[in-house]
Every structure is written in C-alpha cells, then in structure tokens.
C-alpha cells in the first residue's frame, strides 16, 4: 500500500508532575496514522493510551516531540491555530457521549456545522441526514435524556461524522454500552475509514474490537510494546 499518513508523531512524550512525584505517561513514542486507516490503541489502565490520543490530537503538549498533521506542526500552533484546526478537520468521541443536556439530537450535530459557517438550514439539512445514516432517523427531535446509550453515543458520532473530519479519535467509545451496540460504533467507524478515506484512532480495551481494526497498537508502561 502506497503509504499517505495523515498524521505522524515523532519522540513524543509526558511527564506529570504531582504532589507525590513524577509520572512518566508517556516514554518519548513514534505514532502514525494513514489516510483511511482504523488504528486501535490497546493496553492497561494507566498505559498512557489516553494520554497519546490527548497529545496526537491537539488536546495535551508533549514535554518532548512534535505532531505533523495536515502539514502543520501541532505543538506548534496557538491555541486558537489549535482549536480552529480541531474545528475543521477532527471529530472526536467519548466514553461518556459529551452531549449538551439541553440539545435534542439535531441540534447536537448542527450547531457544529453552524460554528463551521454553515448556514443554518444546510446544516439541519446535512445533521439530519448524517443522523439519518446512524439508524437515528426518528430520534431527530430527542435530548439525551431520552436516548438510550448506544443511542447516545451514535449522536456522538454523527456529530463527528458531519463535519467530514480528516482524523477521528474516539477514547473508549464503546466502554459505556452493551456488545451489540459497542460492534455498531466499531463498525460505523470502520465504515467511515474505508469510505472516507478518514484516518481513525480509537483508544479500546475491548479485545473484541481489534478484528475491525487495520492495525492494533500494544501499550504497556507509558510505551508502544507491538503493533500488529
Ligand atoms: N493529569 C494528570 N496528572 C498526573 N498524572 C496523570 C494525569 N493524567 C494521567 N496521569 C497518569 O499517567 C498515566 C497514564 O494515564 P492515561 O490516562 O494516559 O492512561 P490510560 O491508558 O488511558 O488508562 P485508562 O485505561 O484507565 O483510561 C497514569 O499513571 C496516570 O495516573
Ligand atoms: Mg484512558
């Protein structure tokens, strides 16, 4: 496969220093990820999973490395550089969904694509559609205390999705809901790889997830132990 990485971290690493100490998060890593690629990050708690998704995606500066995304250096940018990258061209999900108590499902999604500058219409139009796609037709007009939480959590993804991000990174999507509806998510985010072209991280312990995934990254102790 030609490689064509959307995404390439080098010598990126996190050092927290606490009351009690220092802990290392995250040793000094290398960390890819190719256009229409579903890359899972697996390992124990405390490995520094979600400390690498935070700093390849913008959220955390490293103490050591650099972040190339789009052609710009992340750990470079301003936070507003930063936040204006995140708002155009990155989707993320959350173990807890994220969503705003008071929103129904529609304007979840839309009221991104508005702060993308787009007008109010089309973006009901497109949020409708995109929610449509994740089987959520008849829960346009829904607020998430109504919504079950797979539910829940496929809002969550079609807020993502609607955008048509470059790179998603999802932190535990599926920790929250039963299997059938963890498979789903996992499906939907492989669908959006492979049609898309969007590079995909997703941070996991749900060994039953690795079979949709392209390539599998092994953490262990703040380091990459083996990809596969
Ligand atoms: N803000 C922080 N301050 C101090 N230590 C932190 C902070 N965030 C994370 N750590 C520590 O860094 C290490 C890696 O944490 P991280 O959250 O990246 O692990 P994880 O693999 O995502 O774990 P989990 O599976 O439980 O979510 C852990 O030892 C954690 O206690
Ligand atoms: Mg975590």
Not at 63 to 91: C, I, M, N, P, Y
Not at 138 to 154: F, M, T, V, W, Y
């Amino acid at each position: 496969m030609k490689r064509d990485p959307v995404l390439t971290a080098r010598g990126v690493g996190k050092t927290y220093v606490t009351g009690g100490g220092t802990v290392t998060a995250l040793s000094p890593t290398d960390f890819s990820v190719e256009r229409g690629e579903f890359v899972m990050v697996s390992g124990p708690s405390g490995s520094g999973k979600s400390t690498l998704l935070a700093i390849v995606s913008g959220l955390l500066t490293p103490d050591s490395g650099h972040v190339e995304v789009l052609g710009q250096d992340l750990t470079q940018l301003s936070r507003h550089q930063g936040d204006a990258l995140r708002l155009a061209s990155f989707g993320f999900i959350f173990q807890r969904f994220h969503l705003i108590p008071a929103l129904t499902a529609m304007e979840q999604v839309s009221i991104v694509l508005r702060r993308q500058g787009l007008k109010s219409r089309l973006a009901d139009v497109r949020a409708s559609r995109v929610l449509e796609d994740v089987g959520l037709g008849h829960r346009l007009k829904n607020r998430p205390d109504s919504l079950s939480g797979g539910e829940r959590q496929r809002v969550a993804i079609a807020r993502a999705l609607a955008k048509r991000p470059r790179l998603i990174f999802a932190d535990e999507p599926t920790s929250a809901l039963d299997s059938s509806n963890g498979r789903q998510v996992a499906e939907m985010l492989r669908a959006t790889a492979l049609d898309e072209g969007t590079g995909v991280v997703c941070v996991s312990h749900d060994p039953r997830l690795e079979a949709y995934a392209d390539r599998v990254v092994r953490m262990e102790d703040g380091c990459i132990r083996t990809e596969a």
